[in-house]
């Protein structure tokens, strides 16, 4: 697929309100970095007042400049970046009135992004198994949200069906700290 995207500098950190908004971001396999969609929305507007684009960027974990890796041409709903740490999964509205699944990858990501999944009905939420062979995505297409797993390989799709489910006692709290240095 061939978009009309292009890579673009940064003009604000990733603490801008658009970037909070949303709060669409993931941590890459290696821990290294944090993927962030960053849409054009101002405070006080609409959302989509200023089209419907998308930043997506990463930020080093450790500091350090964050990276744009594209400009995607409409909203970004969700990030999982891939196993191998050469592209992103995400699920957009892009071309469609629904969501879809997209893996864009970080080099020529205008020229190489692909679209997974075609149905009539939001595909979203992708993840990744840690060997990069299995991507499991929510889809809505027979009315009841359902959990589809997807060989990447032979592109086999077919919805989960779900046993039992086991809610265990929380681990414990998580505390992160973004900072952006100048």
């Not at 993927?35 to 684009?53: C, F, K, L, M, T």
């Not at 960027?57 to 050469?86: C, K």
């Not at 190489?112 to 809505?140: F, M, V």
Request: glycine share 10%.
């Amino acid at each position: 697929a061939l978009l009309r995207c292009h890579p673009i500098s940064i003009e604000r950190g990733s603490d801008s309100w658009a970037a909070l908004l949303r709060g669409v971001h993931a941590l890459s396999a290696d821990g290294q970095w944090i993927y962030i969609a960053e849409h054009r929305d101002v405070e006080g507007e609409q959302s989509g007042n200023q089209g419907p684009q998308a930043w997506l960027r990463r930020l080093p974990v450790r500091g350090g400049t964050p990276e744009t890796i594209v400009e995607w041409p409409a909203r970004i709903y969700a990030i999982h970046p891939d196993a191998e740490g050469t592209g992103v999964f995400i699920a957009t509205d892009f071309g469609a009135p629904h969501n879809d699944v997209w893996h864009v990858p970080l080099i020529d990501p205008g020229r190489d992004a692909r679209k997974l999944t075609h149905g009539q009905a939001d595909e979203d939420a992708p993840a990744i198994s840690r060997d990069g062979s299995t991507l499991i995505y929510c889809d809505n297409t027979e009315g009841a949200t359902a959990l589809v797993r997807h060989d990447l390989a032979s592109g086999e799709r077919r919805a989960l069906s779900i046993q039992s489910i086991d809610f265990p006692e929380p681990a414990g709290p998580l505390r992160l700290r973004v900072m952006v240095r100048d």
